[in-house]
């Protein structure tokens, strides 16, 4: 069964550090990599990786998926107190497509 | 466009009582998805479907829960006979055909009393 592994669980950073989320996967036959951001609704999709597509950039947030490690980063520079949210991340494997979620890792700015 | 819809956003039902969930997904998408987010875990894939087709159920649990994506209309999550441990905020995402990136709408959070 997939397996999806976030740290660090929370972190708290000061407003401009920058800051970079881990993700840890263990899947048979892997498909895609994705990053969202959930605030207090729906999570919001920033990045979906692939084997094609192993490094992906907007604004300040960036993604790279290391394929050998099996793993992924989320970067963001320059952190404001709107970054402050619930990051998670997810994989598919070819022959289904739901999606398997880490259990997230809370960040919060400070002012 | 319109993203994911969900209605109603929260939902309060007693024990035993049944719950209907809806979703309706962005323009152009035909694959739904849902998933449960209990308190303080992550959210757990449930079921996908395609129009009139449930594809994969291997997350809803084997009794009280169905769901339906019938030809027009919205989603449907149904929940019979509610009990507490069902209270959780209940998420739909769309997709369109041949990509995999879900969208997910606001959730209704299901309260049982």
């Known amino acids: 069964e997939d397996k999806v592994v976030q740290s660090p669980l929370s972190l708290v950073v000061h407003e401009g550090d920058t800051v970079t989320l881990n993700c840890s996967y263990e899947v048979t036959n892997f498909r895609s990599l994705l990053w969202y951001k959930q605030e207090k609704k729906a999570p919001t999709f920033l990045f979906m990786l692939t084997s094609s597509g192993i490094e992906k950039k907007s604004g300040r947030l960036s993604s790279i998926l290391d394929k050998k490690e099996l793993s992924s980063i989320l970067n963001i520079t320059a952190t404001q107190t709107g970054d402050s949210a619930i990051y998670l991340c997810a994989d598919t494997n070819f022959g289904n497509e739901k999606l398997t979620f880490g259990t997230g890792t809370r960040l919060t700015i400070i002012p | 466009n319109a993203g994911v819809m969900q209605n109603p956003r929260h939902l309060v039902r007693r024990r035993g009582q049944e719950a209907r969930l809806r979703c309706s997904p962005m323009?152009?998408?035909?694959?739904v998805y849902w998933y449960r987010q209990l308190p303080e875990e992550g959210l757990k894939f449930m079921v996908y479907l395609q129009k009139e087709n449930i594809i994969d159920e291997s997350g809803m649990p084997k009794e009280r829960f169905s769901a339906e994506f019938p030809k027009e209309g919205p989603s449907i999550l149904r929940i019979q006979q509610v009990v507490r441990g069902d209270s959780a905020a209940y998420f739909c995402?769309?997709?369109?055909?041949?990509?995999?990136?879900?969208?997910f709408g606001p959730g209704t959070r299901l309260t049982v009393t």
């Open positions: 323009k152009g998408h035909s694959h």
């Open positions: 995402a769309s997709s369109p055909p041949a990509t995999y990136e879900q969208y």
